[in-house]
């Protein structure tokens, strides 16, 4: 599609890759998105929203196109967007487990959201798969790397009981310098204070109190300094002290 100058009106890209090289869309694109611009708007919104056209269409329409007022014909177009994205990217996580998964998707489209409300998805109409390939691998390196480190709550839990949070901060005080604390044990200490630790303490104490890791192995697990978990455990025996007081 051009104007009277013979110019086409499709918007170029003018952003850059890391690699410094300007985004550009495929030949085929190009001729799409000018054959859905010469439809009236309504008719290439339902198209696109339908799945008719490349999501690279989609992508343009939706960015190029955003009404002033609520429009449910948009809306259908970034709702498809939505499950577009998310389709491309069941492929890349398939190998986590379903809940982190989830996670992952999560973290993805908020930052589409993000790069949505800021006009930055020239990498979706350059390649839309090579665009959800882009968030979806860093989404996935983040949670496998939380699988490696992460304990979760119910893993720390145990069925209610009679145990004195006197009892609890006295065994967690005592623990770095006591061998072989039954696992029972510690899990009925980390119950009775686990509504207190910040997702960083209950992960060290997991490593270190649960696992019998030292510090300097709990260290390598959370990918910090062993002077840093030291002071995440020193937070946990001070919070159960608190809870006598």
Do not use: W
């Not at 013979?6 to 000018?34: C, D, F, H, M, W």
């Not at 790069?115 to 930055?120: S, T």
């Not at 006591?178 to 696992?183: A, D, E, I, K, N």
């Amino acid at each position: 599609m051009t104007d009277e100058r013979g110019n086409s009106t499709v918007q170029s890209l003018a952003k850059v890759s890391k690699k410094q090289k300007v985004y550009k869309r495929p030949p085929a694109v190009e001729e799409e998105i000018a054959a859905t611009l010469a439809l009236p708007l309504h008719d290439a919104f339902r198209l696109a929203a339908a799945g008719h056209t490349r999501p690279q269409t989609l992508v343009y329409l939706i960015r190029n196109f955003r009404p002033n007022r609520p429009s449910p014909q948009y809306d259908a177009m970034v709702v498809a967007f939505f499950s577009r994205l998310e389709r491309a990217g069941d492929r890349i996580l398939r190998d986590l487990p379903e809940n982190f998964r989830e996670r992952a998707h999560t973290i993805v489209q908020s930052k589409a959201l993000e790069l949505l409300a800021e006009n930055d998805l020239d990498m979706f109409e350059c390649g839309f798969s090579r665009g959800a390939e882009c968030l979806y691998l860093t989404a996935r390196s983040k949670m496998r790397l939380r699988m490696r480190t992460e304990i979760s709550r119910e893993e720390m839990t145990v069925p209610d009981s009679d145990v004195s949070t006197e009892e609890i901060a006295d065994a967690l005080a005592a623990r770095a310098g006591r061998v072989g604390t039954p696992l029972a044990e510690i899990k009925v200490e980390l119950n009775k204070i686990s509504a207190l630790l910040t997702e960083e303490e209950r992960i060290a104490v997991g490593h270190h109190l649960l696992m019998g890791r030292t510090f300097k192995e709990t260290a390598a697990a959370m990918g910090c300094s062993d002077t840093k978990v030291k002071y995440l455990i020193k937070n946990v025996r001070d919070k159960a002290r608190e809870t006598r007081a």
